[in-house]
């Protein structure tokens, strides 16, 4: 069965919960984007296509996330509401977001600590919302796809996952720097950790 059935008596507090994860993951992009030391593979490939076309940070999040879900479902990874939900107010929040942060620069110690807060930040988002069993966000369902069909870890799978955005990033132009390698390295384990940290099975 490939959509998760939906428990109607749950879905108000479930959707409370899973917005705290969607605020906390569009947090993320928006301080990745802000700090200015180059983004993470997949905000790379955002911000690449929002100069691209025009669109908001926000709009080209929600747009990818219907793709990225397509490769999922192909897969036959299961989802579910939470699923869908993932992909309208992530991008969302990162739009918000990006209007409350301001962009930093020339200030490392901002700098760093806006991006070290992102990638601690992403992680606990995708631990809160995918903890509500209601369905992972399209990215998350791709890392979890991969990770039951290779039988590797989620560290793994994130990591050769962002791999492959980062090289399609790269050639359409995307924000690269010190930040993209440091985010490329710890975020698997950022997110394993918060795995570990709310008891969520994979």
Known sequence: MMFKPIHWKTVPRDFAVI????????????????????????????VALADITGLTPGIITIL???????????????????TLANILFIGLWVDMFLWFIPSVTDNWLIQITLLLASIVTMGLGSAIYIGVNVGAGPRDSLMLSVSRLLNVNLRTAR????????????????????????????IGASVQQAFKLFNVQK
């Open 19 to 46: 917005q705290i994860g969607f605020a906390l993951f569009g947090l993320a992009i928006a301080c990745l984007i802000q700090a200015n030391l180059g983004t993470s593979p997949w905000v790379m490939l955002t």
């Open 64 to 82: 990818t996330g219907i793709v990225v879900l397509s490769s999922s479902l192909i897969m036959r990874e299961q989802i579910g509401w939470g």
């Open 159 to 186: 990591s050769g996952i962002e791999l492959c955005v980062f090289v399609l990033a790269l050639f359409l132009g995307g924000p690269f720097g010190v930040g993209t390698i440091v985010f490329a390295l710890l």
